[in-house]
């Protein structure tokens, strides 16, 4: 006899919810894949707050809704980055928009939906570069992605203008499931930003994975951006595979969400790669927002950078969770993980978990987690300079989160997330 | 064993286990297992009243339906507990004045500890509780302590004479149901020690135990609790040394600290268990839950230097309750071969003006891993509460492992947590100097990790630091790498 508890019901039900608006998921045309997620999804539990990568973060809000798929229509201009110059590729509820986006097409270039890519047999290593057989949303992902971009960088190309994917949810309770593959060939060079957004009114739950391969002495960088008004759930995992003497900067500011976790996982396989991982998040209300990253180390002389910043304000939790994992052959590793916190209120909440997993000994590797409140000295000294306590605070918010902000290069994204951040801390 | 013979080299390479030799002495022991006929023996055994067995008997059966906790970062072959005898106690029973009457075969064993008894009543004034396989055998200075009222004994005796202090004391700050290895202990403890110092009292010398494990698959379950009244202040040493054995021992102690209004209470550790052959083969898993509870103005003071078990699973907390209490740990983490050591600190802040320090040093070499686990967590009502952290890490050979997992969780926007940890290598730089200096690079070896551990080091009690420092560079013989 099966035993059928209260949580396995809510389970099945969200996900048959899933299969019947889901029927013709990316993985169809990798059985093996799919199959192996749909049986990862059936006979595990969903993580709960005693899953130790979810201790701080409920997923139950999520499992406990029959989500169903519209695509409403949207003007995607209303949300776009205003005046970047990008090439733009439109998704609403994870459907892609042809009419509203515009790719490139040259030699030694493809970017196109993931969908036609796969049918076309185009994609080497579709699934392979997640590897994560037990995180159960990963699967949940994989068993419902239905479309995503597909983009592949010839060997030393580069794009002039950078990859815009703007994700828009909209209106209700719909699910949406994304999955990107990004490969980006010896010497090659590629920007992609990564922007999701939703008007205030919208609820849905939008998950979204992106693989990517950066191949010998190729760069990636990736900005993204979150900033979904309303009532969204959304579930980001980048795994990217780095091979040597390549670079991967990411860039992740989270200017909105009511539920956000973002999972980062970047396996570094080959010798003097770089790492940069930055990150700001600054929730208010009651939002939740969790950044987890993992930075393997496989090889020796690399180095990776990782600063994470935070202000936490009104009742809003943050989770920081930072995992540097050094192999027993990545020796000569430099390796530094910082998080930094700034909590306005008693009732906000901050959870932060630096970690070092270290099997190498000739290896520099340091992380610091600070907590803390706006130095009230600092006020006063700007208050006795003119300024009022709004703009006094507004300028210390600008000081403490700059360095990742003017980290992004792209100018307009820049202003962009500077005007979401002055709006943030004016509350 | 090693220092007979004359093969020096290989003595200075491959030291074995200095401690490593057993007590002939016939035990009273129970049959291995554990069920409630085995509590009702232990307790009758030791003649208890019926409130104590019953709190056994409630611990033990929620520990049948625990679960061994399995998320530490350590990888062991989990103990049959039904194949552990639950109880064993030397012959001998008479209750004794002095030291004197002591079998002559336990003070043989003390002697070859370094702790010649009478050397250390005259030199540092040291009572020293010697706790052998789990039944107190000997207490010195009683009577010097019980002139302030300090009441100093076994668990056992604290249980028949002083019942009041031990009901409304024990499992006070470890609940019988805490954890797995808690409520085991809290089932099956044989012994241990009990401490109170009234109120405004200093006491004046170090209060000590020396722990043991020795006869054979006998588990050792010790319970301590140190009662600390207002205004009151005392220094607690804890020293183990156990023998060389092939199969694993379990070792599940509870300590648990009172340190109510204005009170202190500084708790050091010295813990060489046997840490099992350079195979990994024997060793003790030391499974030990320490927790102190700070009433206002109180302070608790952990320190430890661990170089010992093949297992440890180790946390001793704070529980800053009263505004204005301080929580401290220091510690010194050593692994060689194939030890494994999981420990940290809890450091719960809920009074206001809470404060805390945390400092770890963990040194790691041969095969071994050593991983830092440690929790800050401000409540909603602690203001003004401040940590500070630092947690670093050395890596002797290319073969070992260095973890760190803090967990930072802050409720409150007046609190100041900082974090900071480090890993890295012994610098060549720092060898070629002290070689350059005429130093072998073995004692280059322990001049630099003892220069690291000496922001630990330091807070030890004198004597304690001195054998310390010796552990550490026995501990670290031959693991240059």
């Not at chain 1, 809704?65 to 994870?94: E, I, K, Y």
């Not at chain 1, 006094?392 to 005007?419: K, M, P, Q, T, W």
């Not at chain 2, 016939?26 to 291995?32: C, F, R, V």
Request: with cysteine; hydrophobic share 35%; net charge negative.
């Amino acid at each position: 006899m099966e035993v059928v508890n209260a949580t396995d019901q809510k389970k099945e039900a969200f996900l048959g919810a899933l299969d019947a608006a889901f029927q013709q998921p990316l993985a169809s045309a990798k059985g093996a894949l799919l199959n192996a997620s749909r049986e990862t999804l059936r006979t595990q539990p969903a993580p709960t707050t005693r899953t130790e990568a979810w201790k701080y973060t409920r997923t139950t809000r999520i499992i406990n809704q029959a989500w169903s798929h519209a695509v409403p229509t949207v003007d995607a201009d209303a949300f776009a980055v205003n005046d970047l110059d990008a090439w733009r590729l439109v998704f609403v509820n994870g459907v892609f928009q042809a009419e509203q986006s515009t790719w490139p097409e040259a030699e030694g270039l493809t970017v196109k939906p993931l969908r036609v890519a796969l049918e076309a047999g185009e994609v080497e290593g579709f699934g392979e570069k997640s590897n994560t057989p037990d995180e159960w949303f990963e699967n949940l992902n994989m068993a419902y992605a239905s479309d995503g971009v597909f983009i592949h960088l010839g060997k030393n190309k580069q794009i002039e203008k950078p990859i815009y994917i703007l994700h828009i949810t909209a209106g209700e309770q719909s699910a949406a499931f994304n999955r990107h593959f990004f490969h980006v060939a010896q010497g090659a060079q590629l920007n992609v930003i990564q922007h999701s957004v939703a008007d205030a009114d919208a609820e849905g739950f939008y998950s979204v994975v992106t693989e990517g391969a950066v191949d010998a002495n190729a760069s990636l960088h990736i900005d993204k951006v979150q900033n979904e008004a309303g009532k969204v759930f959304q579930h980001a995992v980048e795994w990217v595979h780095q091979d040597r003497d390549s670079k991967f900067d990411i860039r992740t500011v989270t200017l909105r969400g009511h539920w956000v976790r973002n999972n980062l996982n970047i396996a570094v396989n080959g010798e003097n790669c770089s790492t940069r991982l930055y990150g700001t998040y600054m929730p208010i209300e009651k939002e939740h927002l969790d950044n987890h990253t993992m930075v393997d180390h496989r090889v020796p002389h690399c180095e990776s950078d990782e600063v994470y910043k935070g202000i936490v304000n009104d009742k809003a939790t943050g989770v920081f969770n930072g995992k540097v994992f050094v192999r027993q052959d990545a020796q000569k590793t430099n390796a530094f993980q910082q998080n930094a916190n700034i909590i306005l209120t008693d009732d906000a909440q901050m959870y932060s978990k630096p970690e070092l997993e270290i099997y190498a000994d000739d290896v520099k590797c340091s992380h610091g987690s600070t907590t803390g409140q706006f130095d009230e000295e600092a006020v006063f000294y700007l208050r006795a300079r003119g300024l009022s306590e709004q703009s006094a605070r507004e300028l210390l918010v600008y000081a403490f989160v700059s360095e990742i902000i003017e980290a992004i290069g792209n100018d307009a994204l820049r202003n962009y997330c500077l005007e979401g951040l002055t709006k943030r801390s004016r509350g | 064993m090693a220092y007979e013979g004359d093969e020096i080299l290989e003595e200075v390479t491959r030291k074995e286990y200095e401690f490593g030799w057993i007590t002939d002495i016939e035990s009273d022991k129970a049959p291995p297992g554990l069920s409630e006929e085995i509590i009702r023996f232990i307790s009758a055994k030791k003649n208890e009243p019926l409130w104590m067995l019953e709190w056994r008997l409630d611990a033990y059966r929620q520990w049948t339906e625990m679960k061994e906790p399995n998320w530490a970062h350590v990888d062991y072959q989990k103990p049959d507990y039904q194949s552990i005898s639950y109880y064993s106690a030397p012959k001998q029973k008479k209750q004794l004045d002095s030291l004197d009457e002591v079998d002559p075969e336990l003070r043989r064993t003390m002697d070859r500890l370094g702790i010649s008894t009478e050397e250390q009543k005259r030199l540092s004034g040291v009572a020293v509780d010697f706790v052998m396989d789990s039944v107190s055998v000997a207490t010195s200075f009683k009577e010097k302590l019980g002139e302030l009222g300090i009441i100093f004994c076994s668990m056992s005796e604290a249980i028949q004479s002083h019942p009041e202090l031990v009901k409304k004391y024990l499992g006070s700050v470890v609940p019988k149901n805490d954890n797995f290895f808690a409520a085991l202990n809290s089932a099956v403890f044989t012994d241990g020690s009990f401490c109170y110092i009234p109120k405004g009292v200093r006491c004046p010398m170090e209060l000590s135990t020396y722990f043991r494990i020795n006869e054979a698959g006998t588990g050792q379950f010790e319970r301590t609790l140190v009662v600390a009244d207002k205004g009151s202040y005392c220094s607690y040493l804890e020293g183990c040394t156990a023998p060389q054995r092939d199969e694993n021992q379990l070792h599940a102690a509870v300590v648990e600290l009172i340190a109510l209004d204005d009170a202190e209470i500084k708790y050091s550790t010295v813990q060489n268990w046997y840490p099992g052959d350079e195979n990994g083969k024997g060793g003790v898993f030391n499974f030990v839950t320490k927790r102190g509870l700070c009433e206002k103005n109180a302070k608790i003071s952990w320190t430890q230097v661990e170089t010992g078990s093949a297992i440890t699973w180790k946390y001793p907390s704070c529980i800053l309750k009263g505004d204005n209490s301080v929580g401290e740990f220091y510690s010194v983490a050593v692994t060689n071969n194939r030890q494994q050591a999981d420990t940290g600190t809890k450091m719960i802040h809920i009074g206001k003006n809470t404060h805390s320090t945390i400092i770890s040093k963990g040194i790691s070499a041969g095969k071994s891993q050593n991983s830092y686990r440690g929790l800050v967590q401000i409540n909603k009502t602690a203001q003004n509460a401040r940590n500070f952290s630092q947690c670093d890490s050395l890596l002797m050979t290319d073969r070992c492992g260095a973890h760190t997992f803090p967990y930072i969780e802050i409720k409150n926007s007046t609190a100041k947590v900082e974090h900071e940890a480090t890993t890295s290598k012994i610098g060549e730089d720092q060898i070629f100097y002290c070689l350059q200096r005429g130093l072998d690079e073995e004692k280059a070896i322990s001049l630099i990790v003892n220069g690291y551990a000496k922001e630990v080091l330091n807070k030890l009690p004198m004597e304690f630091a001195v054998e310390a420092q010796k552990l550490l560079a026995i501990s670290l013989e031959g693991s240059v790498g």
